[in-house]
């Protein structure tokens, strides 16, 4: 009994795969040109740095205070380990921008000396200024929940702006007009 | 020089694709004859195979020798790996597994050109075009976006991945399963839109596309099952499934290829559900796909920007809106002109199966539009999480009347059938279910009405699945008789696992001194001690406890509080320990500041039937291709033997022995 | 009775059938996010526009330095999730995750109970998930914490 009749009533029924497919196109869509931001941002952006002094994270490179972001000059304090993947693969990124002529100060977080060391000469070290945070008391003290993550600080040590994981090839122009930013004071 | 080597032969691959796409299309639309451009599309889909799986062994070949010349080697790989790793290197990062799926596609394209002569040849021209088409695409995307042979201008003097984290057998072979279960589904795909191009529609078309199909759903159980064992040991929290969008991608797919593998069978067998099958067979590998893409794409998965690769993630959204996009246009367009097939009554087994589609399609909805939720809200600004709350009611709504079709079904004649005729024999199973809810309501009055139904159901399946082989010579019963009675047998298992592990589970969470003594159902757990052990990376806490099961003799279990330097984190590692009937669960936590540790303690009641029932549906599954391949094989004896026979027998006529 | 219709009926009897089951499942489905799905909130939020107490939500915020407690029980923790502008008070009953220390970001999967405490089913700690490596994108987050548990290398 193989029937031939078309049913013409279910033939709106057919598209129907193709609408929900539409659908979903969109909703994807909107989905990647607007990446969800699931990031915890710092209650920190425009407040002054709270006062810290670290100690030298190598020794070829002085460690970090306060004071150093307080010279009239914007500076960068990048906040990594070297026990983080992501890190490493922001690390053109900031040589990028050290050869721009911002001056980038590094934060350790819970590491070792000769694995920064050893982390820097693979990697490079676009850093002026290393500082090793052992307890991540400058980490939560600016409001970073994560490596790596990137800060610019005006020349009154106010956080200017937050990036919340590594600098990728884009960030790099947003992170320099940024700085350009910074260097009008609030 | 391997590496160019590697990139040259899939350049070459890819070129094969487009001659095989353009003759093909030639052939369907141009007028060619078959025989001069169709013959040029069977060479070219069978050379591929090779020449992506050799361009995938230099890979391989590439890690093996750590070629730190290589940025993929460089960034994924350490001279210092073991080798099992160096070699679950190559697959274990984006291009790598990309490769990876392009080489399973390749083989498959090749497979089904060299093997499959059953169909017209026109649709199966139609249908290598289909997949020529779609691995164009994957090519592409490999070449211009993934290249996994790209060189670095200085070789780096070590490689980056030694990340101890990432050393993991599971790891290194759960992707492959499960990649060779998505991408096999690529074959049924084509064969749904060879079908579609050129009409025909019919139980050839079904039984070509069944045993790709069957093979595909074989790997997505093995690896789902695998996956799911794999998270409840590894994790510490006791759970099995977590609705997690990464686990709903292979979800997604296995259901739309159960769905498909039924009604792919109504069609081989009675020729119904004609078009159903044809969506279906778009709808498994758009589910691939979809999956696929939402977990490399990041957009569901991501915590970190990262993890999003806005080129990437547009380049495969567009492979998503061409492939799923354009065959369901063509579905859309051809699927009202295809014949729908023979008819049949309410009940029969053909009604039985439909039920079962209506109903996977539905949970398969439900998973999708659960696991798209967050994105939808996402677009208004509001963030929010799906979970257990949503799936398991949601989906048990439809999950349970199947389990009850499924016990009937298969005991139904084709075409037209009457209840009357099986209810003799469902009498057992539906008393067996009915006394199980009265027992359970009377015996453990707190039960949940899931876990209650559940383990009601999966009693009564359990009887009714080995119904089928009732009255028959077991001897000779057909081979994929016994794998669809395993298949379901295996899901009652699993369903009695799952069931037992939510309605009896028992949880002790305590802080306890060394020497305590914690009774958990019938064990009781003595703390004896914790000892500080070490690893190559780590060290642990390692608390040392006897656990005796209603007073027998004590079992020693090690669970272990973990620290790693680096990256520096801290994981528990749980203990087990497995009786015929469930499973004990320990976790031990940090010491508290009165010097009590924490211990985490379940009595899991039947748990490991879980994967247990996993695997026997994975064994079903093999039974029934290794029936349906034997079965194919022999009719293709058979055929030849006729044709040999008719052969000879004319020139027997024609040229009679000359008499002496 | 169904071999009472014809057989063309009989199929569109069946059309029907899957078109209404389809259609429920889509309801159903709506219905059930409607009501199940886990809203994100951040304290502030809670502050502001509080969920109903029992309703299944989602916290995610800091949590503030010195406010970690563990209770008599040996077992529950209480402790604050704060987001610069407000604060929580938030207890949970279990082992603590990974890195679950004080000034780290959390999640925590639970309800608000009545007197505004959030009570948390389960905890999630933020650190862990910035140093996840590509290659553990493609594993659900319970794979991913199960490899760093594996982590037995050779």
Known sequence: ?186 | MIAEAGLALLWFAAALALLQLFASVMTLVGGQSEAEMGGVVRPAAIMQGPLVALSFLMLMWLFIRTDLSVLLVASNSHSAKPFIFKLAGTWGNHEGSMLLWVTVMAMSGSLVALVERRLPERTMIATLAAQAFVSLGFYAFLLFSSNPFERLATPVPEGNGLNPLLQDIGLAFHPPTLYIGYVGLSVAFSFAVGALLTREVGPAFARAMRPWVLGSWIFLTIGITAGSYWAYYELGWGGWWFWDPVENASLMPWLAATALLHSASVLASRDALRTWTIMLGVVAFSMSMVGTFLVRSGILTSVHAFAVDPERGSFILALLAIYIGGALALFGARASTVNEGKQFSLVSREAGLVFNNVALSAILGIVLLGTLYPLLTEAFDTKVSVGPPYFNPVGAIFALPMIVVMAIGPLLRWRRDSFDRIAKVLILPAVLTAGVIVGAVVLAPGIGLLPLLGLALSIGLGIASLLPLLGRNLLRTPLATWGMVLGHFGLAVALFGMASESAFSTERLVAAEIGDTVEVGPWSIELVGIDPVAGPNWTALEANINARYEGGDPISLHPQSRNFTQPPMTTSESALSTRWNGQLYAVVGEEGLDGRWQLRLWWKPFVPLIWIGGLIVALGGALALLGRLLGDMRKAHQVRRIAQRREDNPLHGAAPEPAE | ?154
């Open chain 3, 1 to 154: 009775m169904s071999t009472a219709l014809k057989p063309k009926h009989q199929r569109l009897v069946l059309v029907i059938l899957a078109l209404v089951v389809l259609i429920g499942a889509a309801l159903l489905a709506i219905w059930g996010l409607r009501g199940q799905a886990s809203y994100f909130y951040v304290p502030s939020d809670i502050a502001s526009d509080p969920p109903e107490p029992g309703r299944a939500v989602r916290l995610g915020g800091m949590v503030q330095q010195g406010s970690i407690q563990t209770l008599a029980d040996g077992v529950t923790v209480a402790f604050v999730v704060g987001d610069g502008k407000a604060t929580v008070p938030v207890r949970y009953t279990g082992i603590t995750p990974d890195l679950f220390v004080e000034g780290s970001g959390v999640v925590a999967d639970g309800r608000l109970d009545a007197d505004g405490t959030f009570v948390a089913d389960s905890l999630l700690a933020k650190h862990d998930e910035n140093y996840m490596p590509r290659e553990l994108e493609e594993m659900s987050e319970a794979q991913a914490k199960a490899v760093v548990a594996e982590t037995t290398a050779q």
């Open chain 1, 1 to 186: 009994m193989s029937g031939t009749e078309k049913k013409p009533g279910k033939r709106w029924a057919i598209w129907l795969p193709l609408v929900l497919f539409g659908v979903f196109f969109v909703l994807v869509m909107n989905g990647l040109v607007r990446p969800a931001n699931r990031d915890i941002e710092s209650a920190m952006v425009g407040k002054m740095l709270p006062e810290f002094t670290l100690p030298a994270g190598v020794d070829e490179r002085p460690g970090l205070a306060t004071d150093d972001f307080r010279q009239g000059e914007v500076r960068l304090l990048n906040v990594f380990a070297s026990w983080c993947v992501p890190c490493a693969a922001e690390a053109p990124q900031l040589d990028e921008l050290a050869r721009a002529g911002v001056p980038i100060d590094g934060v350790a977080i819970r590491d070792r000396t000769q694995d920064i060391a050893r982390f820097l000469a693979r990697y490079g070290n676009p850093f002026a200024t290393i500082g090793k945070d052992d307890i991540s008391e400058v980490q939560l003290g600016i409001g970073s929940s994560g490596v790596p993550e990137t800060f610019v600080i005006d020349g009154t040590g106010t956080i200017r702006y937050q990036h919340i994981g590594p600098i990728m090839e884009r960030d790099v122009q947003i992170i320099l007009s940024e700085v350009k930013k910074a260097q009008t004071p609030l």
